[in-house]
């Protein structure tokens, strides 16, 4: 009974505590009771036990064997979780009211923006979506939450002196190795920390990566790229297989966090505000279209599976705009 009473108000200040500060809670609530006898009063409104956290087990096993990555699994644990336990009742009981009023909550508590609160909207509708599948659930819950607009902001891409003040800042061949890499390939973070020495194709300049969904995709090497690439990895003494190692041995694979540890460094080393991996992503992609590489191309080497998600890199420039009416309107 007393776990239940623990259960109870922990689910109820879910939305409100960091995971750290729900355990201390735990404890401290346990510590309160450990004196007394506790027994439940008889009720005839008694709430059957919640099923939400053994369906929610398949279907993240089930997003694995999908070949989705551990981090997509993570968060849909995370939003998920934490919601279930917030309504705490069965699946087949949940409905639009529960998720309004626990993403209410959330975006009041967390002071979280409309684009997230879009994403956790996203989560749950795969996640009722699955069991509607399955016939587990007859309708929907999220077919009642309307689509969150939120301004879609394009993040600013370096610009060449930005990326000329980086590559002046580096201090040894891994660093230049890392901007070079990043820009000329346009991966993800997660791609490139997975990558080995044997996934370079040192002939035909092209490196093999893992994507999303454990597909393989073809990212390609421009001169700088591959030399700086190769006076590092010549440049290493150790035995890991992994392109990009740390410094101090035992010399481990980079993590995510290492990788933008270095080019948040590097940022501040050259002057350049926010600099991180995803940002040479974006500047590759604007790139590459403003000098011409054709959209579809553009998509096949940032690996998008829709070719919306290559368009929001397609920006426009003023000095664009005036020089093409120039062209056009010449006469």
Request: one cysteine or more; glycine letters at 4%; aromatic letters at 8%.
């Amino acid at each position: 009974m007393k776990d239940e009473i623990v259960m109870a108000v922990l689910r109820e200040m879910t939305p409100l505590l960091s995971q750290e500060q729900l355990d201390t809670l735990k404890e401290v609530i346990r510590a309160q009771l450990s004196g007394y006898e506790v027994q439940k009063r008889e009720t005839s409104l008694m709430r059957t036990d919640q099923n939400g956290m053994n369906y929610l087990q398949v279907f993240l096993e089930s997003f694995r064997h999908n070949g989705k990555s551990e981090g997509t699994i993570e968060q849909y644990r995370f939003h998920l979780s934490r919601m279930l336990s917030y309504v705490g009742k069965n699946v087949q009981e949940i409905e639009d009211d529960d998720l309004i009023d626990y993403m209410h909550k959330y975006k009041q508590i967390r002071k979280v923006s409309g684009r997230y609160l879009n994403s956790m909207r996203l989560v749950f509708n795969s996640f009722f979506r699955w069991l509607q599948r399955r016939k587990i659930i007859m309708r929907n819950p999220v077919d009642g939450l309307e689509p969150i607009k939120y301004r879609q902001m394009v993040r600013k891409p370096l610009s060449p002196e930005e990326m000329e003040k980086i590559r002046c800042a580096c201090r040894d061949e891994r660093e230049l190795a890392i901007v070079e890499f990043l820009y000329s390939s346009a991966v993800r973070v997660s791609e490139m920390i997975q990558l080995n020495r044997d996934d370079i194709k040192w002939d035909s300049h092209d490196v093999i990566v893992l994507a999303k969904g454990n597909k393989e995709r073809i990212v390609y090497l421009n001169a700088r790229a591959r030399i700086h690439l190769k006076r590092y990895l010549d440049s290493r003494t150790d035995s890991n297989p992994a392109v990009f190692v740390s410094h101090k041995s035992p010399h481990e694979r980079l993590t995510r966090s290492g990788v933008e540890y270095i080019l948040r460094e590097l940022g501040k080393a050259a002057g350049v505000k926010n600099v991180y991996p995803h940002r040479f992503r974006h500047t590759s992609a604007s790139d590459l279209l403003r000098l011409g590489m054709p959209i579809e191309q553009v998509q096949e080497v940032l690996g998008h599976v829709k070719i919306e998600t290559t368009r929001i890199y397609s920006t426009v420039t003023i000095e664009q705009v005036r020089a093409s009416h120039r062209k056009y309107m010449a006469a």
